[in-house]
């Protein structure tokens, strides 16, 4: 019966799984003649292709043993067959064991290179170091989570990459169940992208580690934590023990390896089940400082480090003729804050507000290029663009900086939009006895930008259900029902007569017929009734 479910389980997991292959060492480091383990694990398969012995320079690596593990969850099950090998260096040094070609059925895996530091002895090996940045408490457990921020001090306002790691056990088969997010309070943090996934050992611990970035703004100053990170994932777990624990054979540190539990000894004799538990990352101090005093004038809070390219077109017009002003600001900070440039000297020109967008180079925003574009109009002869100014504070620096675009040459044609004045002319005296009619200049078109003139037709803004014509639509469906029910009834009338009348005939004609079957009549009778049936019948057919 075992077996035969055990097949069963088995062909589920050959259409459901996807085929993968992973290869891991109990420890990336150790000393000469102490040996390591090494495990490849064939998911999605019952079985598979691999070597016996694998070559590799300055070890010898044979395999040690096989054995196959099952999940069910849900009535879905997963299989995984493990190959484990015993790895002895011969010298020391630094090695590398090569990829090995796995074949399951049709389809060919491979592993990844793997590589392993040996000592020639106890005392110069750095095994026991932690890897920098990870977090030593969280090295043995199934779980880890970490947050890194580059930065220990900025400014109010200053955008702060940021990173989440999480980390996981293949061997828990995990699940995530609740996303990442970043607790405190006296920040903002934008919203969370996954950036990558790999494969990572720690301390001799396979993880597939996922990293997730995001940004973080201070909204004002003092010394903040940011953090702890917090999700919750799902992992498998025993049941139950009913044998003492015994240490795994991988276990060679006395670490506690939590998968020496009988349950991923044997599989087979107890199924896990998934229990939930909670990923905690340690906190993160950040010291925010306020923004120095002596603002110059247009600073929108941009902040971060930016450059500024500007163009024109066209830049041959007509006076009072449109001309967009392009200006792209490229760059990493805080693009939420980046406002349009300003015009230092805004004399004989008319400007209209600016449309922007933004184009991000990255997976959160901190640095790409936003573009503005200005129009701007021309209200005299001019030979060139007003100077674009953009303002933004520097972190690194810790000053602020003004961008000035350059001379932009135009060429603008004929005369002032508003006309000058006609020459005074003293009164009584007229030349050559005629008077003189004033002219005014007339005024161009201008772009239209906003309408201050009420339209001809002014609409209505009262709901539909209270306007007249609504209602008056409403009599054209009721008069036509009206009309329905007034045919059907003359209708029913008519039908009503039609009936009546083949009734009285029916009862005249069957009366007729029996004056006829009577042996009484005499034969001038018989003859005229026989004559009003016939007639009764042609009515009753017609």
Do not use: C
């Amino acid at each position: 019966m075992l077996g035969a479910l055990i097949a069963v389980a088995g062909d589920a997991v050959a259409f459901a799984d996807s085929l993968n292959v992973t290869a891991v060492l109990t420890s990336s480091e150790t000393v000469l003649g102490e040996p390591v383990q090494l495990q490849i694990r064939v998911t999605g398969a019952r079985g598979a292709d691999a070597p016996d012995e694998i070559v590799a320079d300055g070890l010898e690596i044979h395999r040690t043993g096989t054995s196959q593990h099952f999940e069910m969850n849900n009535f879905n099950v997963t299989s995984s067959v493990v190959y484990d090998y015993t790895v002895m260096p011969l010298k020391a040094g630094t090695f590398t064991i090569p990829p090995q070609r796995i074949r399951v059925g049709g389809n060919s895996l491979s592993t990844p290179a793997l590589r392993l530091n040996v000592a020639d002895s106890p005392g110069s090996s750095s095994a026991s170091r932690p890897r920098q940045g990870a977090q030593p408490g969280n090295a043995g457990k199934l779980v880890f989570a970490e947050l890194i921020v580059p930065k220990k001090t900025a400014y109010v306002g200053e955008i702060v990459p940021a990173q989440i790691r999480l980390g996981f056990d293949p061997r828990a088969y995990p699940r995530l169940t609740d996303g990442p997010e970043i607790t405190g309070q006296g920040f903002t943090a934008q919203k969370l992208q996954q950036s990558g996934e790999n494969e990572e050992t720690v301390d001799g611990r396979l993880y597939h580690v996922v990293t997730f970035k995001t940004a973080i703004a201070a909204a004002r100053a003092g010394k903040f934590e940011i953090g702890p990170v917090k999700a919750k994932a799902q992992v498998v777990v025993s049941r139950s023990r009913r044998s003492p624990r015994t240490r795994s054979p991988f276990d060679l540190f006395n670490m506690d390896d939590p998968f020496s539990d009988p349950f991923f000894a044997n599989p087979l004799s107890q199924f896990g089940e998934r229990r939930e538990i909670e990923i905690k990352s340690e906190p993160v101090t950040l010291e925010v400082k306020p923004l120095p005093t002596g603002a110059p004038p247009g600073f929108s809070g941009a902040i971060g480090n930016f450059t500024m390219a500007t163009d024109a077109k066209p830049k041959s017009v007509q006076v009072g003729d449109p001309i967009t002003v392009t200006s792209a600001i490229t760059g990493r900070g805080n693009f939420d804050r980046v406002g349009a440039p300003v015009i230092e000297d805004e004399g004989g020109w008319h400007k209209y507000p600016s449309s922007s967008k933004f184009a991000k180079d990255d997976e959160v925003g901190i640095s790409g290029t936003k573009t503005f574009e200005t129009v701007l109009s021309p209200n005299e002869k001019k030979q060139s663009l007003p100077v674009m100014a953009f303002a933004y504070f520097d972190p690194v620096k810790e000053q602020y900086v003004t961008l000035r675009s350059d001379p932009i040459a135009i060429s603008v044609q004929g005369g002032a939009v508003a006309g000058a004045s006609p020459a005074a002319v003293p009164p009584g005296s007229t030349p050559h006895g005629k008077a003189t009619k004033s002219t005014t200049a007339t005024k161009p078109q201008d772009i239209l930008y906003q309408l201050t003139e009420r339209p001809k037709v002014v609409q209505s803004f009262a709901p539909l259900y209270a306007r007249l014509a609504f209602w008056s639509a409403q009599l054209i469906p009721l008069l036509a029902l009206l009309g329905l029910i007034g045919w059907k009834i003359r209708q029913a009338r008519i039908d009503n007569r039609e009936a009546r009348r083949i009734a009285a005939l029916q009862h005249e004609a069957a009366e007729l017929m029996r004056k006829l079957h009577r042996g009484d009549a005499t034969p001038r009778e018989y003859y005229a009734e026989a004559s009003r049936v016939v007639r009764v019948k042609a009515a009753l057919a017609s």
